[in-house]
């Protein structure tokens, strides 16, 4: 498998094995919850030519431009809305775009906003601290380190960064604020935490930390894991990239309690919950980059892509006969409404 060529905006990740986990079929319906500079999404839809479609999701309103351009020649094919995928459902259903087959997640930030966006998200330039992916929400880095107390921001950069360091780097931060410039802070985490003795910057990880804090990024991935469930078809494929521990981490707990039965206490005698598998696992392991795409895309060293398919519970299944006797009433009474049937087939088709 070739890595992708490199692009001026981003270059997308594991590309080759996203669409194997995506398994993309002509005609499919796919979610690209974070469609970036619209490298997986452009890939999505050539590959599901003829008659696939694809919504496209971002937070960042500049992503979307980028995007609209990249997939001009597609446009027909593709609904791109700038919105955070905290809102998938809601969406979804707004544009009438399920049951999906495939719904992607790469999460993080694109090379663009990385590099230049002007937004404060690297360490290696200077510019305001401000790290949201939308600029239209409220809460800015700046307000976050100005504002929260010193235990506050401990914790924070503890927990967002797994920092071990972050008592003394909170200590020092309240003791130089106000901080409004991305350089200020990485002064100030260098004298907190010394300079670089490892491999990774020492404000790698308080970067990451305010960054997750900003946009809210675990609480939205957990929300959206769960709703992307619910709005795949029959056997439709979730796929995630993520690019840290605390991601990951998420995404392989969500995917393997959906993918037990009962999911009690060890220990309990009988079963309780109820619980029915809604996912299969795909893959049990994640899947990495090759070494030929690491070193073509130094960005994707830490990239770990997870696929699970959708699984109907059996409470949700109905016999053949059922189903029959079910879509026979749907059509007697649907007749003059043909976008309903055409879609209300495709769920019986998928079911
Ligand atoms: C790694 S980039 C995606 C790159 C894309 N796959 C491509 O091929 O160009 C991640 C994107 O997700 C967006 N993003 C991150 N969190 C988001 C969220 N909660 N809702 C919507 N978009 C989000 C970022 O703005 C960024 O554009």
């Known amino acids: 498998m070739s890595p992708s060529k490199p692009d001026s905006y981003h270059t997308p990740v594991?590309?080759?094995?996203?669409?194997?986990?995506?398994?993309?079929?002509?005609?499919?319906?796919?979610?690209?919850?974070?469609?970036?500079?619209?490298?997986?999404?452009?890939?999505?839809?050539?590959?599901?030519?003829?008659?696939?479609?694809l919504l496209g999701l971002d937070a960042d309103p500049e992503a979307i431009k980028i995007a609209q351009k990249k997939l001009e020649a597609h446009r027909n094919s593709v609904l791109l809305v700038n919105d955070n995928f905290v809102n998938l459902q809601v969406t979804c259903i707004k544009y009438d775009f399920f049951p999906v087959h495939g719904i992607l997640f790469d999460l993080g930030l694109s090379s663009m906003q990385l590099n230049g966006s002007g937004r404060g998200f690297s360490f290696q330039r200077d510019a305001?601290?401000?790290?949201?992916?939308?600029?239209?929400?409220?809460?800015?880095?700046?307000?976050?380190?100005?504002?929260?107390?010193?235990?506050?921001?401990?914790?924070?950069?503890?927990?967002?960064?797994?920092?071990?360091?972050?008592?003394?780097?909170?200590?020092?931060?309240?003791?130089?604020r106000p901080i409004t410039s991305t350089l200020h802070l990485v002064r100030i985490v260098e004298r907190a935490v010394g300079r670089r003795t490892g491999k990774i910057h020492p404000a790698t990880k308080t970067f990451q930390a305010l960054r997750i804090a900003v946009n809210l990024e675990l609480e939205n991935l957990e929300i959206a894991l769960k709703q992307a469930i619910e709005l795949l078809g029959f056997e439709g494929r979730l796929v995630v990239i993520s690019y840290h521990s605390l991601e990951d981490r998420i995404v392989k707990h969500m995917?393997?309690?959906?993918?037990?039965?009962?999911?009690?206490?060890p220990g309990t005698p009988a079963c309780i919950c109820g619980h029915k598998p809604r996912l299969k696992l795909i893959r049990r392991h994640v899947i990495?980059?090759?070494?030929?795409?690491?070193?073509?895309?130094?960005?994707?060293?830490?990239?770990?892509?997870?696929?699970?398919?959708?699984?109907?519970?059996?409470?949700?299944?109905?016999?053949?006969?059922?189903?029959?006797?079910?879509?026979?009433?749907?059509?007697?009474?649907?007749?003059?409404?043909?976008?309903l049937l055409r879609k209300l087939q495709m769920v019986f088709a998928m079911a």
């Open 288 to 339: 990495m980059p090759s070494e030929d795409e690491v070193q073509a895309n130094p960005r994707s060293r830490s990239a770990k892509l997870r696929v699970a398919m959708r699984l109907i519970a059996q409470d949700d299944c109905l016999a053949t006969d059922e189903m029959e006797i079910l879509w026979a009433e749907i059509k007697a009474r649907a007749w003059r409404r043909p976008a």
């Open 128 to 176: 305001p601290l401000d790290m949201r992916f939308n600029p239209g929400q409220e809460v800015t880095a700046a307000d976050i380190v100005n504002t929260s107390s010193e235990t506050e921001l401990g914790r924070l950069i503890r927990t967002y960064g797994e920092e071990i360091r972050s008592r003394q780097i909170a200590r020092l931060i309240v003791r130089e």
């Open 14 to 53: 594991l590309i080759e094995e996203t669409m194997e986990a995506l398994a993309v079929q002509p005609g499919g319906r796919y979610v690209d919850c974070t469609v970036g500079g619209g490298g997986h999404a452009r890939a999505i839809l050539e590959r599901s030519s003829p008659g696939g479609q």
């Open 255 to 265: 995917m393997q309690r959906e993918a037990r039965g009962c999911i009690c206490p």
